[in-house]
């Protein structure tokens, strides 16, 4: 991994689950870290769904290695959320590739 090529920063976010006064389940998402990472966007689909046009994004982040990101995070870029869909190691612990993908607009 080369640090010049980590030019973005993102956030990385974890839900939280709290319960209100009178026993509601309230998911909110907060901030763990703000790194620097790689991205690639990989490939765009546009699809036809339940009577209207959905588009989706793929992108693959690359991060210095952490032990406190995985699947159940998700990736704030660029006023989007990326939902993680894989965690992949790089090299010896020397960095994560992120494959996480958004709902275009």
Same mark, same amino acid.
């Given at each position: 991994? +080369? =640090?010049?090529?980590? &030019? $973005? *920063?993102? +956030?990385?976010?974890?839900?939280?689950?709290?319960? &209100? =006064? @009178?026993? #509601?389940?309230?998911?909110?998402?907060? %901030?763990? =870290?703000?790194?620097?990472?790689?991205? *690639?966007? !990989? $490939?765009?689909?546009?699809?036809?769904?339940?009577? *209207?046009?959905?588009? =989706?994004? %793929?992108?693959? @982040?690359?991060?210095?290695? $952490?032990? %406190?990101?995985?699947?159940?995070?998700?990736?704030?870029? &660029?006023?989007?959320?990326? %939902?993680?869909?894989?965690? !992949?190691? !790089? #090299?010896? $612990?020397?960095?994560?590739?992120?494959?996480? #993908?958004?709902?275009?607009?």
């Amino acid at each position: 991994m +080369i =640090s010049g090529r980590m &030019d $973005r *920063q993102i +956030i990385i976010k974890k839900k939280t689950v709290t319960t &209100d =006064s @009178f026993g #509601g389940v309230i998911e909110t998402w907060s %901030d763990v =870290s703000t790194v620097w990472a790689n991205v *690639q966007y !990989l $490939r765009g689909a546009e699809r036809y769904a339940a009577k *209207q046009t959905v588009a =989706s994004i %793929d992108v693959k @982040f690359r991060i210095w290695w $952490r032990r %406190d990101v995985g699947v159940e995070n998700i990736i704030e870029y &660029d006023g989007k959320e990326y %939902d993680i869909y894989a965690c !992949l190691e !790089l #090299g010896r $612990r020397e960095g994560l590739e992120l494959h996480a #993908g958004a709902r275009a607009e």
